[in-house]
């Protein structure tokens, strides 16, 4: 079973490998222009540069190597493959499901979410609350992003579609919020924990400082928390996820990311970008606004996707 439609993917793959048979469908006049054109789509798919280098300096190497006729396209579409492969297999790229991590954890399950402002991370901790109690787990959700009575509402909305209780304060300290929570937790038995937090990375001091206390306060209640941290990205905002990776990655530890909106754009090679130049695994991508459109991220699927040519 598919864990996404590729037509969830049809946009990216559209645009990118439109262009690569366009690039194709004339004779080259020789290697370096084909790579230079090359290397120009995969920038514009947000690949990024040091992953774009990487991939077109090793392309060179299999075709001077191998001695391959560059005006045939099923050259360049398996060795292309297969060196967006070499990046998931260096990186080691494995991931266990939260499902069942929080399935064998003893104790309440602790997955902070972070993430700056409109990159849909109160939907999302949303949608991952309802995959989690699709699995049978018990669950709570802490609104720690206290200063955005929007997303505390949205979060309201979500757990009361879902039928999962949630712990607010509106204009109170976030570090409260999620030391209630986790008491809370404890108390109900619950084997997870979903708490929101502030995204504002223009005041980066602060946003630190209030992830450091509200990690600090969690400790007293279960001292191995948060046992995640899932940083959610949106794949519109292009080469800017790059830099969100390292401003967060500057002060928590991301364990795995999502990211969100992907159906509606072109660019989807960020993915590889991000897994290849920051080593951190996609745990789930977001394909849509409904309720079930956050799915695992599967490499293989994902990269067939971009492959996948109508017959």
Not at 110 to 132: E, Y
Not at 242 to 251: A, G, I, K, T
Not at 267 to 287: A, C, E
């Amino acid at each position: 079973m598919l864990f996404f439609n590729k037509k969830s993917l049809e946009k990216t793959k559209l645009n990118f490998f439109s262009k690569i048979q366009t690039l194709f469908s004339k004779k080259q006049d020789n290697l370096d222009n084909l790579l230079d054109k090359l290397e120009n789509i995969l920038l514009s798919a947000d690949f990024g540069t040091k992953t774009t280098i990487k991939i077109i300096n090793n392309i060179e190497q299999t075709i001077k190597n191998n001695n391959l006729n560059i005006d045939k396209i099923e050259y360049l579409y398996s060795i292309l493959k297969e060196e967006i492969n070499k990046i998931f297999i260096k990186k080691k790229y494995d991931i266990i499901p939260i499902y069942q991590k929080i399935k064998m954890s003893n104790n309440p399950y602790v997955i902070m979410m972070i993430g700056v402002n409109g990159v849909g991370k109160t939907t999302t901790i949303g949608k991952l609350a309802f995959i989690l109690k699709q699995q049978g787990l018990k669950l709570i959700i802490g609104a720690a992003d206290t200063f955005r009575a929007a997303a505390i509402n949205q979060l309201e909305i979500w757990t009361k579609q879902i039928g999962i209780p949630i712990i607010k304060k509106k204009n109170s300290d976030p570090a409260s919020v999620a030391y209630d929570t986790l008491q809370s937790a404890i108390s109900k038995k619950m084997d997870a924990v979903l708490i929101d937090t502030a995204g504002r990375l223009q005041n980066r001091i602060g946003l630190m400082e209030e992830l450091s206390k509200i990690n600090r306060v969690m400790k007293k209640v279960i001292p191995n928390a948060p046992h995640e941290i899932m940083l959610i990205l949106d794949a519109n905002i292009g080469q800017n996820t790059f830099e969100q990776v390292r401003s967060f990655s500057s002060f928590v530890k991301i364990s795995s990311i999502i990211i969100t909106k992907l159906e509606g754009t072109a660019k989807g090679g960020v993915l590889i970008g991000i897994i290849d130049q920051f080593n951190i695994p996609i745990q789930y991508i977001g394909i849509g606004e409904k309720i079930n459109d956050l799915k695992e991220f599967n490499q293989k699927e994902f990269i067939d996707s971009f492959f996948y040519i109508k017959s």
